[in-house]
C-alpha cells in the first residue's frame, strides 16, 4: 500500500472541460481505491499557485484540450519540478497541432492523409480541394470543429466563415478517407491493442460518439486480420516514438478495406491525453491486455516524472 500523493487535475478551461472533469473523477476515483492519496484539483488561472501550496508527489494530468495537452501545464509542471504524468513540454504541443504532428510522423513512414492549412476566411465558397474532404482546426480535440464535406455539397459548409465558428482561424482540410475507424493504445514503448469504433447514428466518431453513452460501439479487440493488427500497432508505437510521446497515448486510424483486407491504412493523430472517462478506448484496450483500470493508472504514476 502507498501513501504517495497524487494532485488529479482536471477540469481546466478549454471546449473539453465536461470530459476532463468526468475523466479526472474517474482517475481520482480509481488511484483512491488503490491506494494513493489523493487531492482532486480542478484547473483555474492560478493553477500554480495551488500546486504549490499541495506540493504533491505526482501531478496526474486528466485535462484535456488546449491548456492541458499542449505543453502549457507540462511547463507549469517543469518550472514546480512536481512529476507529471502523459508526454512532455515539445512531445504535447508537437500532437496538439495536427499539421506539424504529420510532418514527423510521416518523415518515419506513417502514412498519412494528404492535407493544407489555411486561414477559415480564406474558404470562401470554393472548395479547396476536390470533396469528399474534411475540414478541422489545427489546435483541438474531442473532434470539436470537424466538418466532413461529401462529394455532392457544390460548395464548403458556411460555419467555417461564420462568427459561430469558435476554434481558432487556421484548420486544416485534408482528404476525407473512408473506412473503419480504428484505434490503437500504446503504454510506455508497448502497443497494447487495437480496439474499432463503430459510431451508431452519427457520421463520423464525433464528441456524442466519444462521450454519449451508446454513442459508439467498441469492438474491443477489433475484428481485422493478424497482420492489419500488427500493422496498426507497429504504426502507432512509430508515431508516439517520432513525436516523443511518454506514458500512455492513443493513435487514430482509418482502415479502408472496402477493395482489398490490405486495404489503405491512414494515420490521423496521435492524442497524448487520450480520456478516461467510462465510455473511454485506452481503459478498454488496457482491460483487453489483462491490465486493470486500477493497474493502468498505478503504472502511469509510477512512470511520471519531470523532463519527459
Known amino acids: 500500500m502507498t501513501l504517495k500523493h497524487v494532485a488529479v487535475l482536471m477540469g481546466g478551461f478549454s471546449s473539453e472541460r465536461p470530459v476532463s472533469l468526468s475523466s479526472g473523477n474517474a482517475c481520482a476515483d480509481a488511484l483512491e481505491q488503490v491506494g494513493y492519496r489523493v487531492t482532486r484539483v480542478d484547473v483555474r488561472r492560478d493553477v500554480a499557485a495551488v500546486l504549490s501550496e499541495l506540493n ?3 501531478a496526474f494530468n486528466a485535462l484535456h484540450g488546449p491548456f492541458g495537452e499542449d505543453g502549457t501545464i507540462q511547463g507549469i509542471l517543469e ?13 504535447s504541443a508537437l500532437a496538439m497541432n495536427k499539421e506539424k504532428a504529420k510532418k514527423i510522423v510521416e518523415a518515419v513512414g506513417v502514412p498519412v492523409a494528404p492535407a493544407r492549412v489555411m486561414n477559415r476566411f480564406d474558404i470562401g465558397n470554393q472548395h479547396p480541394m476536390k470533396p469528399p474532404y474534411v475540414v478541422k482546426p489545427v489546435n483541438e480535440g474531442s473532434s470539436f470543429g470537424v466538418v466532413i464535406v461529401k462529394e455532392d455539397q457544390s460548395h464548403p459548409p458556411q460555419i ?4 459561430e465558428w469558435r476554434y481558432g482561424e487556421s484548420v486544416m482540410v485534408e482528404r476525407y478517407i473512408h473506412g473503419r475507424e480504428l484505434t490503437c493504445a500504446v503504454m510506455g514503448d508497448v502497443a497494447l491493442g487495437v480496439c474499432e469504433i463503430i459510431p451508431t447514428g452519427h457520421a463520423f466518431y464525433d464528441y456524442d460518439s466519444k462521450y454519449v453513452p451508446g454513442g459508439s460501439k467498441h469492438e474491443c479487440p477489433a475484428k481485422v486480420s493478424p497482420n492489419i493488427n500488427q500493422k496498426i500497432q507497429t504504426l502507432a508505437l512509430k508515431a508516439h516514438q517520432a513525436i516523443g510521446c511518454r506514458g500512455v497515448s492513443r493513435s487514430d486510424f482509418r482502415y479502408d478495406d472496402r477493395y482489398s483486407e490490405n486495404g489503405e491504412i491512414i494515420w490521423l493523430e ?3 491525453q487520450p480520456g478516461m472517462t467510462p465510455t473511454s478506448l485506452v481503459p478498454e484496450i488496457a482491460a483487453q ?3 486493470s483500470f486500477g493497474e493502468l493508472l498505478s503504472w502511469m504514476v509510477e512512470d511520471a516524472s519531470c523532463l519527459r
Not at 81 to 91: E, N
Not at 160 to 163: F, K, N, V
Open 56 to 58: 504533491p508527489d505526482v
Open 160 to 163: 467555417i466563415g461564420s462568427s
Open 289 to 291: 491486455a489483462g491490465h
Open 79 to 91: 518550472y514546480l519540478q512536481i512529476p507529471y504524468t502523459h508526454s512532455g513540454v515539445l512531445a
Open 270 to 272: 496521435v492524442n497524448t
